[in-house]
Nanobody, 122 residues
Framework: QVPLEESGGGLVQAGGSLRLSCAASGRIFSSWVMGWFRQAPGKAREFVGAIRWSTGRTYYSDTVKGRVTISKDSPKHTVYLQMDSLKPEDTAVYFC???????????????WGQGTQVTVSS
């Protein structure tokens, strides 16, 4: 198990931006897909997007497409989630996790971090 730790959350006004980080304490294997999810109070965990570590190819949910960008820094074993044009409905705890397959389902992922809170005020 390679622990993952999210950071970078905070309080931001609608229309603002945040960059979240997901740092792995060890090597991220080329076969992994690193995913970002979010969970709002009382709601199910929702897929935000993912990046295939070997190729850097990214995938996004329709809900956030065009407003978020996932990138990676291989030497730092870190994945980033850049979020722009934030909306109050983006308020949630954001998590990263890893999988050996590209999936939008939380059950396909493991190594969940503690999450980082993002709050967008109107």
């Amino acid at each position: 198990q390679v622990p993952l730790e999210e950071s970078g959350g905070g309080l931001v006004q609608a229309g603002g931006s945040l960059r979240l980080s997901c740092a792995a304490s060890g090597r991220i294997f080329s076969s992994w897909v690193m995913g970002w999810f979010r969970q709002a109070p009382g709601k199910a965990r929702e897929f935000v997007g993912a990046i295939r570590w070997s190729t850097g190819r990214t995938y996004y949910s329709d809900t956030v497409k065009g407003r978020v960008t996932i990138s990676k820094d291989s030497p730092k074993h870190t994945v980033y989630l850049q979020m722009d044009s934030l909306k109050p409905e983006d308020t949630a705890v954001y998590f990263c996790a890893r999988s050996t397959e590209l999936s939008t389902q939380p059950g396909a992922y493991s190594g969940w971090g503690q999450g980082t809170q993002v709050t967008v005020s109107s």
